[in-house]
Structures are given as structure tokens and as C-alpha cells.
């Protein structure tokens, strides 16, 4: 098998809001070019989201791709190679690769929603990659679909012409050979020449328990081939191809894979470290000289502790890690001590739903039970001996007298809010220090736009947006610079001592909300001991909030003989299991649960 | 030699019928309408006793103990026969201690001569309140007059004897407490047990308490109940031996005793549960708890026993503590560490230490404080983990 003609290849991805039915779009897709069968389709939603917690979440966080067979109203047959993209923030780096890789996007409206947050970051991200378009609205067999409400509602806010979207319902297969014949019509074949030498993009890594480390390529120039010899430019390595293939949705092994196509290579690669997401392949004995503009590499811009909740389970936390790390080389961890929690590891993640699914994976696919310390973000501190430091751990911060000052990055979000929520939602922005940028209106929805500094942001922020706007808020978000701050750390003392794993830097005007809501929550959730115990939170040495957990005064079993030892000892064996879910902090011991809940109180 | 270290072999039998239920027992006990065919619960109360002796020969037993239920309910003449079969497979001990259950009805106090004569030496009786609209808001049957008229009746035949009572009741205050505590003592001899209040899932207590229709003392008023229950009891000679029990010094319940300083004991009856050590491991048996269906057990198995298991280390470490702790002289660390291959956590030995819970003697025994007993669980569950 050779490649196919360029011009009857079309590369495209999909771009939507969580929910609004990107995966089943692409289900359809895939049945009705005959990708995989019926039978295999059964019982297998969203064939491209493999993962349980994609499946549960309705979120993609690998990139995937899939090769459909189409014959065409012209009568040609066609490739179409489907990349399917993350849609959530954290996961911009793969969003952008993924686009690169193509000429074209349908973006996916719900027809009843509308455009989204993080729609509309994504969508430009399409268009900057130089993406032809087409509007698609799903969902119009509801009842509460409003086609040509949302089809000018893409004119406004987007400036895209809908007059000719694609009305489809992927769920009943409503107009789903009309998205075909569209991407065949209105989307542009790649450009490529068969015979200069080979120039392929990265697309994406990862690892196969039988093939080893899988790359996905985007063939630009030339041909790769099994037996070839080619080089990684940006990092400098060379590999000699085993095989070449494609995924229909399942592996086809290839002979070659040609200008224009999108494919994967195995060629004796040990860790998908060794591969670096955006670099550009050539011929090792025929190299081009500039290789294709790369990516900004995915840097972690969250980082929390986790710590195993049994502390007997550290190794098995480092071994889960590791393996983790093998498939997500975004995700940065390296060994911590705290005199709170004992052994972890610091780790950096891209935001803060990265962070949860990493979080939940290592406890669903390695049994693993943790406790994850404040999220913190990078501050960069200026000391008064002229050095700087990046700071993402609030234990490792100097003294307050050798800092100079203080910077935190800041971002921009991108909000869009039902009107009703909207008065709620700016509250919930100027209470977080965010300085409004932009407020316009598209029919009933509000767009805003705010500047807000990130550790706003990692703490609680998108859980408390939802909740003020009951879930109809959706949020977008980028990188913006690094702003002077007055921060100050703040520490929290359980029976007068500093637990370290709760400690975190707080700008100065919030300090005494943050200080006196945390407080009061370890009072809820730290159980009555023996003597008193004060919570306080501090700044330097000053107390900005205190809590007293009271003493238990009574708690003794009143008969217990002979035939109540067995019922006790049970009882004794069930406290003594819980007691081995908290942490003995000096005299004082504190459940796990506390350290996770005092991270989301409602300040 | 201090008690502690004598070999102690305790028989508990029991007698699982009374004539009403209280609502906040969850004990094991069943009322009867049609009668009951005591001739042939002694048959099977001998079956079960063959049975555990061919287990566990050759003991001498110091103590033996009729709980139910209901055991004042028995005829004379069934306690003896248990005694007899008692005596025909094991070795009894000279002055052993012989402590029967009852009620402090007029009908019970007829029959008490009859157990003397059976070989009984000591009453426990259930007089739970000196109070009659608590009497009756406890379910019990008789009246303060006649709890009294028993317990005088109990005084004259018996050389020891002892009476329960309840506190911390649903409204109840200190000073009320404190006044029917001094009339108690005034009443008792040698032992008291006083117990706090406590609402068992599966009683119409619990219900009660659920639905708020009972509301009893809470945690403060509790412990103030726990505080001057110490200190008047304390006064008057009768210390606490252990969390809710009262002797003057040397006339413990020698019975108690045996399941608190973990020495073996057998079960029999149904629902009784024991502990044997066998081949020099500890074992853990129950036996049925639906009369009926006991009896039927032992007449075609020769014992009721469901359940026999063999106590690991750590399960036989935790009863220990448990258990021991209770009692105001505290724990041989050391026995501990034969039991368990392993020593107490230190650093929880010292926190308990600093708060003034636990306090170790000058011969090493390890004890639980004035401080420590109100919160004795927690006590408990600090060491245990």
C-alpha cells in the first residue's frame, strides 16, 4: 500500500465545548465510513476517549487521531484523518500541536448552548493555525434548540459566517453525510511535495505496552518509510523506523506514509521522554535545513504535594508516578518531605483539572490513597542581595526580610455567563482581585473578560464559579505576564505548632478571609482530643484568626464484659483503621480530609 | 501474691428468658408466654458444660456467673443441677464465688433461699433506679419499695451482694443523681455497679432517641454525672474498680475480674460467649442466641457453638488492652508484650503520660488516671494504634 493522492487527503480536527457532542460526532463519523463496525461500536461510547476517566468526565486529555475511507458525491475516495483534541484548558499545548497538524475544523455548537468560553478560545486557536472552518450546530432535534439564534450568535461573537452550518444531531445521525460532504468540499487538501526530502511534525508520544513508544506524525515534505533512517532536529537523535501506520480506528501497519498524511512511527524508542512533543523529523542522510516552527513546550504552571495517605505506600506512589509520567511527560514530580505528612513529591501539572486527573488516576489505576497539599503557582522573588529565585512550594520561601518583592503571574479569562449569574460571577472576580477588561453582551449571555492573578485562580475558583452561576458558566483562560504583588505567607498552627503542608502565600488584602475560613473548617473537621486544641492562622508572628477545637470530656464504653469483647474489639479495629488515616501532628492528629477540605473553603 | 496473678477460670451460664423486655436492653434475652421446659434446658445446659470441659480439662473453677435474661427466674433446682454438672467435669475451687442475677421482685426474693441452699454466694440484683417514674420509664416491673424489700432480703441470706443502677437518665440532674446515689449506698453492702445511660442500636431506645421522643444527658452533663458518681462513692468507701464498678477493696466481683484481666472463661448457654486456650492459642467462642434453636444444637450436636476462632496476636493484643485498661489497676505492660511480641508505641505512652491519662506504678503496671477513664476509649484506641 503507497500513500494516498494529496489532494484527496483532508485533515481536520474538531472543535467544541465539553458536552456539546464532539465525541459523538466523531463516533458517527467513524461508523459511517465503516471505521469499525456495529458490533464494535455496541457499548462503546466515544471510541476515541479510551481512558475511564475521559469516558466519566466527557473530557479528551490525549490527543487521538483516526483515518476514515470516504467515497464522495464526486465520486473519488477520500482520506480523512480526524484529530481529536482536548477541549479543556490545562490542555492548550495539545490543542495547538493537534491543530497544526491540519488544514481544517468543524466547530461544534450546541444548538440549544451556544458558543462557550472555551469554544471560543479554541476556535481561535484553529484560526491562528490558518484553519478553513465550518460552523456545525448538533443537537437540533431538542426542543430547546435555537438554530438561528446561535448561528448569529457565531457571526457575533466569533465573526464567522453560519449561514451555511451544518444542521446535525449526532445522537439520532441527523446530518452526519452532510459533514462528510463538507469536509470534502469546503476544507482544503494539505499541501506537499512527494519528492523534496522528508520534513514530518511531532504530533504527539506515548507509550504501548506492545509497540513501545508510539510517535504520531503529520507528513509535510517527502515519504517515511519502514527501514529509514531519520532525526529528531530538536533534540538531536537519530532512529532507524520499524514500522509506519495508521489508525482506522485501529492500527494498519503501512508501507509509507506520504505528504499530507497523519500516521505513527515505532522505531526502537525506549521512553517517550526521549521524544519531544512539536519537534520537527527529517531524513538523517538528506536533513532540511529549518525545521518547522515548534510549540511553546508545556510547562507546569500548578504545583501541590501529594503525599500517600499511608505512609507505607511511598514506593508505590513513586513506582505509579513513574509510569504516569511515561505517557504525560507535562506532568513534573520530584521527592518532598514535610514534617506534616512525612514522604511525597512536589509536582508541577498545567492547571488545575490536570492536576485532579492526575490526582484521580494514581489513586483509581494504582490504589493509591492521597492527600494533596495547597496548589500553589510560581512566584519569582527578588532578594535584597540582588538574586532572584522561582518559589513553588510556600515552605521554601525565604525570609521576609531578605525579599525585595514579589511577583505572581496573572492571566486573562475569558467568561461567558448566562445574564442572571452575570452580578454573581463579577463579584466572584473583583472578590479574587481581578481587574474587568471587557463586558459585551451576545443575546442573554454575558462575555467578560478579566485579568486575575493565578493563585486566585488554583484556589477554588472554577468550583465557586460554577456554583454562582449553577453550573452555566463556562471559563477560559491563558497566561499573561508576572505583576509585583504584596504577598505574605501564611501559616496555619495547630496546637501552636506550623503545619507545613497547609501553609501558602496570600495576597495581604485577603489574608484575614482565607485565615479565619480555613480556621474555622480544621475546627469542623479536627475531632475533639483529650486537651484543647487552638487553630490559629499567622502572618509572620501575628495571629490573624483562631479556633478552638474543645476538649472530649466523655467517651468511655459503660458495660463491657465478657461476651462484649468480641463487638469491641471489632469497634477498636475499625478506629484504630481510621486513626491510621490521620496524621499525628505533634500531640495533635489530623484526618487526611481535613487537609483537602481546608483547601476549599468558600472565601 | 496480688489477685492478678492467680490462675482464674471463670463458667458464665446463661439464662436467656425474662418476663418483659426493657427498652434499652440489647442483651440476649426472650420472653416466653407459653412456659418454660427448664428439665430440658438442664439436659442440654449438662451437654454443653461435657462438651467444653472435654475441650478445656482439667481447670479448677473460682468463678461462676448466672447472667441472662433473667436467671432469678430459674427454679432452684435447675441452678443446682448446673452447679452439679459444673462440678462433675471440672474441679471447683474451694470458696469459689457463685453470683446469680435477679430481679429485686417479691416473687424472685422467694426463691433466693433456694439458691443459697443450690450453692449460690453472691446476688447481683437489677434495681436500676430509686425512683418509680424512671422505673417505669426503664421498663422495669418492680417498684422502689420493692427493689428495697429485696435487697433487704438479698442482705439477709446472702453474705454478698450487689445492686445495679442506672444514671445519667433522660432529665436527670446532678443533684438528683447525687441524692439517690447516697440513698443507694446507704442501702449497699459491699458492691455497686452504676451504670451511664447508653442507647444500643436496635432498642426501642434508640428509636425513642432518634425520633428526639428521649433525650438524654449530653456529653457534659455526662461527665459531670461520671465526676460526682467518683467522688461520692469514693467518700463512702467503695471506689471504683473499674469504669462503672464500685467495691469496697477485696470484694470485687472476682467473675468480672476474670474477663478484665484476660484469663480464660468458658460460655454456656445460649449466646454466651467465651475464651479458651487451646494448645496454647486463644480462642474466641459464641454460641447460638435463639434459644430454640440452641437447644436443638445441643441436643443433636452436644454443644450450641457457632462460633470458634482462633485470635491472632494482635486481635488478642487489642481485647487485652481493652479490657485491662478498665480496671484502676491498670496492665502488666509486660504481660502485654508476651501476648503480642511487641511493646506499647512509646511516643503514645508518653503524649497519654503528659496529658495525665495513664501513669505508670512503681512496679510498672500501667494505669489509667481520674483524667483518663472519662475518655477511656480514646485511651484505649491512642495505645491500640
Redesign the interface.
Known amino acids: 500500500m503507497t500513500s494516498a493522492p494529496i489532494q484527496n487527503i483532508r485533515n481536520f480536527s474538531i472543535v467544541a465545548h465539553i458536552d456539546h457532542g464532539k465525541s459523538t460526532l466523531a463516533d458517527r463519523l467513524i461508523q459511517l465510513t465503516g471505521g469499525l463496525s456495529d458490533r464494535e461500536m455496541v457499548g462503546k461510547e466515544q471510541v476515541l476517549d479510551s481512558m475511564d476517566i475521559e469516558r466519566e468526565r466527557g473530557i479528551t486529555i490525549k490527543a487521538q487521531t483516526v483515518r476514515l475511507k470516504y467515497h464522495a458525491k464526486d465520486g473519488k475516495d477520500y482520506i480523512l484523518n480526524l484529530m481529536d483534541t482536548p477541549g479543556h484548558v490545562d490542555f492548550a499545548y495539545e490543542v495547538n500541536r493537534s491543530l497544526a497538524a491540519c488544514e481544517g475544523s468543524l466547530l461544534v455548537v450546541d444548538a440549544s448552548q451556544g458558543v462557550e468560553a472555551q469554544t471560543l478560545a479554541n476556535v481561535y486557536h484553529a484560526l491562528d493555525a490558518g484553519h478553513e472552518i465550518v460552523p456545525v450546530l448538533n443537537k437540533i432535534d431538542l426542543p430547546a434548540a435555537e438554530p438561528e439564534k446561535i448561528k448569529q450568535q457565531i457571526e457575533d461573537v466569533i465573526g464567522l459566517d453560519a449561514s451555511n452550518a451544518i444542521m446535525i444531531s449526532a445522537k439520532t445521525g441527523i446530518g452526519i453525510p452532510d459533514v462528510l460532504e463538507a469536509i470534502v468540499t469546503r476544507l482544503p487538501p494539505p499541501k506537499g511535495d512527494r519528492n523534496a526530502t522528508l520534513k514530518a511534525l511531532l504530533v504527539d508520544s506515548w507509550y504501548d505496552a506492545y509497540l513501545g513508544v508510539v510517535v504520531l506524525v503529520r507528513i509535510v515534505d517527502g515519504v517515511l518509510k519502514k527501514g529509514q533512517r531519520i532525526r529528531m532536529m530538536g533534540i538531536d537523535a537519530a532512529y532507524e523506523v520499524d514500522r509506519t501506520g495508521v489508525f482506522t480506528p485501529k492500527l494498519t501497519i503501512v508501507d509509507e506514509l506520504g505528504p499530507g498524511e497523519i500516521g505513527m512511527l515505532t522505531a526502537s524508542i525506549k521512553e517517550v521522554a526521549d521524544t519531544r512533543v512539536g519537534d520537527t523529523i527529517t531524513d538523517e542522510r538528506n536533513p532540511i535545513d529549518e525545521p518547522l516552527p515548534g510549540f511553546r513546550p508545556a510547562i507546569p504552571v500548578v504545583f501541590c504535594g501529594l503525599f500517600p495517605v499511608d505512609a507505607a505506600q511511598f514506593e508505590d506512589l513513586r513506582a505509579a508516578m513513574g509510569k504516569l509520567r511515561l505517557n504525560d511527560a507535562s506532568f513534573s514530580y520530584e521527592m518532598e518531605t514535610s514534617a506534616a505528612l512525612g514522604f511525597g513529591f512536589r509536582c508541577g501539572f498545567l492547571g488545575l483539572l490536570h492536576l485532579e486527573i492526575i490526582q484521580e488516576r494514581l489513586e483509581r489505576e494504582f490504589n493509591l490513597d492521597l492527600i494533596a497539599t495547597a496548589p500553589s503557582v510560581i512566584y519569582k522573588m527578588k532578594l535584597r542581595d540582588g538574586t532572584e529565585m522561582e518559589i513553588h512550594n510556600p515552605v521554601d520561601m525565604p525570609d521576609v526580610m531578605k525579599i525585595l518583592e514579589i511577583e505572581e503571574p496573572w492571566i486573562e479569562a475569558t467568561i461567558l455567563t448566562p445574564d442572571e449569574y452575570l452580578g454573581s460571577v463579577l463579584k466572584l472576580c473583583q472578590d479574587r482581585r481581578g481587574v474587568q477588561k471587557e463586558l459585551t453582551y451576545v443575546g442573554a449571555r454575558a462575555m467578560v473578560k478579566y485579568d486575575l492573578p493565578l493563585n486566585e485562580v488554583v484556589f477554588d475558583f472554577y468550583d465557586r464559579l460554577k456554583s454562582v452561576s449553577k453550573g452555566y458558566a463556562s471559563f477560559d483562560y491563558h497566561l499573561t505576564d508576572y505583576k509585583v504583588a504584596d504577598l505574605v505567607k501564611m501559616q496555619i498552627l495547630v496546637n501552636d505548632e506550623a503545619v507545613d503542608a497547609l501553609s501558602m502565600l496570600v495576597h495581604k488584602t485577603r489574608a484575614d478571609a482565607r485565615g479565619r475560613g480555613m480556621v474555622e473548617k480544621l475546627k469542623e473537621l479536627i475531632p475533639p482530643h483529650m486537651f484543647q486544641v487552638p487553630i490559629q492562622a499567622a502572618i509572620g508572628g501575628k495571629i490573624i484568626a483562631r479556633e478552638t477545637v474543645r476538649a472530649m470530656r466523655k467517651d468511655v464504653t459503660a458495660k463491657c464484659y465478657g461476651g462484649d469483647a468480641t463487638r469491641k474489639r471489632k469497634l477498636l479495629d475499625k478506629q484504630k483503621k481510621g486513626k491510621k488515616r490521620m496524621r499525628q501532628f505533634g500531640k495533635v492528629e489530623i484526618p487526611q480530609e481535613a487537609f483537602i477540605a481546608a483547601l476549599k473553603v468558600d472565601t | 501474691m496480688s489477685l492478678t496473678q492467680q490462675p482464674a477460670f471463670?463458667v458464665?451460664v446463661h439464662w436467656p428468658f425474662c418476663l418483659s423486655k426493657c427498652p434499652y436492653c440489647d442483651f440476649?434475652s426472650h420472653v416466653r408466654h407459653g412456659g418454660i421446659d427448664e428439665a430440658r434446658y438442664i439436659k442440654a445446659f449438662e451437654s454443653e458444660i461435657a462438651a467444653t470441659a472435654q475441650r478445656v480439662p482439667g481447670r479448677e473453677v473460682s468463678t461462676i456467673f448466672f447472667g441472662g435474661g433473667t436467671p432469678s427466674l430459674m427454679q432452684p433446682s435447675t441452678v443446682q443441677a448446673i452447679l452439679d454438672a459444673i462440678a462433675k467435669h471440672w474441679t471447683v475451687a474451694r470458696g469459689v464465688e457463685v453470683t446469680l442475677e435477679a430481679n429485686p421482685t417479691s416473687v424472685d426474693a422467694t426463691r433466693f433461699r433456694g439458691y443459697r441452699a443450690a450453692g449460690v454466694n453472691r446476688v447481683s440484683l437489677g434495681v436500676q433506679a430509686l425512683n418509680d417514674a424512671s422505673l417505669k420509664e426503664l421498663g422495669r416491673l418492680h417498684s422502689t419499695q420493692e427493689a428495697l424489700d429485696a435487697v433487704a432480703v438479698a442482705r439477709s441470706i446472702f453474705d454478698r451482694y450487689s445492686f445495679d443502677l442506672i444514671y445519667a437518665r433522660p432529665k436527670q440532674t446532678t443533684q438528683a443523681w447525687a441524692e439517690e446515689l447516697k440513698r443507694a449506698i446507704s442501702e449497699a453492702a459491699e458492691h455497686l455497679s452504676l451504670?451511664?445511660?447508653?442507647i444500643e442500636p436496635e432498642t426501642p431506645f434508640y428509636a425513642l432517641q432518634k425520633s428526639r421522643k428521649l433525650v438524654i444527658p449530653d456529653?457534659?452533663l455526662?461527665?459531670d454525672l461520671?465526676d460526682i458518681t467518683q467522688e461520692i462513692c469514693a467518700q463512702a468507701g467503695l471506689p471504683a474498680y473499674e469504669?462503672?464498678n464500685h467495691a469496697r477493696p477485696g470484694s470485687e466481683c472476682r467473675h468480672?475480674l476474670?474477663?478484665w484481666r484476660a484469663h480464660e472463661?468458658a460460655?454456656i448457654g445460649p449466646?454466651?460467649?467465651?475464651?479458651l486456650d487451646i494448645d496454647g492459642v486463644r480462642q474466641?467462642t459464641?454460641t447460638e442466641k435463639r434459644p430454640e434453636a440452641w437447644l436443638m444444637r445441643v441436643e443433636s450436636l452436644g454443644h450450641g457453638l457457632i462460633?470458634d476462632d482462633s485470635l491472632t496476636r494482635e486481635?488478642q493484643a487489642?481485647?487485652f488492652l481493652?479490657?485491662g485498661l478498665?480496671l484502676t489497676e491498670g496492665i502488666d505492660p509486660k504481660r502485654y508484650e508476651t501476648l503480642t511480641g511487641r511493646t506499647l508505641d512509646p511516643k503514645r505512652v508518653s503524649?497519654l503520660h503528659?496529658?495525665g491519662?495513664l501513669e505508670t506504678m512503681p512496679d510498672g503496671r500501667l494505669r489509667v488516671t481520674q483524667?483518663?477513664?472519662?475518655?477511656?476509649?480514646?485511651?484505649?484506641?491512642d495505645l491500640?494504634?
Open positions: 471463670g458464665y440476649n451504670y451511664q445511660l447508653t456529653e457534659d455526662g461527665r461520671y469504669v462503672s468480672n476474670v474477663y472463661y460460655g449466646g454466651a460467649h467465651g475464651r474466641a459464641a462460633t486481635e487489642d481485647e481493652l479490657m478498665r503524649i503528659e496529658e491519662a483524667i483518663g477513664f472519662p475518655v477511656l476509649d480514646a485511651v484505649v484506641a491500640a494504634a
